[in-house]
T-cell receptor, first 113, second 114 residues
Framework: DAGVTQSPTHLIKTRGQQVTLRCSPK?????VSWYQQALGQGPQFIFQ???????QRGNFPDRFSGHQFPNYSSELNVNALLLGDSALYLC???FGQGSNGYTFGSGTRLTVV | AQKITQTQPGMFVQEKEAVTLDCTYD???????LFWYKQPSSGEMIFLIY??????QNATEGRYSLNFQKARKSANLVISASQLGDSAMYFC???????????FGAGTTVTVRA
């Protein structure tokens, strides 16, 4: 039973560029959440997708956008990258609304230079 | 205001001993859930234990137990019989009411010594 799969595992981008991170949820899960974890800090909630719609968003600028596909997989897009966007980006999947059964992936380590 | 406060940046524990990780939370909701996650150097967040605000008994999962004191708004994690593989970062998190996001604390690094 595959868990949450994220790709790529590591990524280096230049300031001003755009990046797309991908997440495949755990089998049977239909909800995907994205978190940003800066070095030495706890994860911060970016947004959550359910039924292909964003249903809650954290305190992140519009440069951060996402998408959920009919197969429940998801993408996180970040435009106009800043040095401060360097972080570990974690994807978490769950089933249904208000679930407490979150499963996290190993994350994508993004470095902006 | 911080939703989750973890005041211990780092802790050392001897193998086979127990360790308590502190977590206090702030919410005005009556319904909420509290989580503990382990994050090894690989980066993956591993779920350890969950406590609902209406649960009357403290949650336990194997060597992990949660000391839930609702009036004090604390949810401390106790790891019994520490193992070398327990060395990792530990995060306390909360989901409030009908919200969907988890709010995390800053984490506590645990190092288990042989």
């Amino acid at each position: 039973d595959a868990g949450v799969t994220q790709s790529p595992t590591h990524l280096i981008k230049t300031r001003g560029q755009q990046v797309t991170l991908r997440c495949s949820p755990k089998s049977g899960h239909d909800t995907v959440s994205w978190y940003q974890q800066a070095l030495g800090q706890g994860p911060q909630f970016i947004f959550q997708y359910y039924e292909e719609e964003e249903r809650q968003r954290g305190n992140f600028p519009d440069r951060f956008s996402g998408h959920q596909f009919p197969n429940y997989s998801s993408e996180l897009n970040v435009n106009a990258l800043l040095l401060g966007d360097s972080a570990l980006y974690l994807c978490a999947s769950s089933f249904g609304q208000g679930s407490n059964g979150y499963t996290f992936g190993s994350g994508t380590r993004l470095t902006v230079v | 205001a911080q939703k989750i406060t973890q005041t211990q940046p780092g802790m050392f524990v001897q193998e086979k001993e127990a360790v308590t990780l502190d977590c206090t939370y702030d919410t005005s909701d009556q319904s909420y859930g509290l989580f503990w996650y382990k994050q090894p150097s690989s980066g993956e967040m591993i779920f350890l234990i969950y406590q609902g605000s209406y649960d009357e008994q403290n949650a336990t999962e194997g060597r992990y137990s949660l000391n839930f004191q609702k009036a004090r708004k604390s949810a401390n994690l106790v790891i019994s019989a520490s193992q070398l593989g327990d060395s990792a970062m530990y995060f306390c998190a909360m989901r409030e009411g009908r919200g969907y996001k988890l709010s995390f604390g800053a984490g506590t690094t645990v190092t288990v010594r042989a």
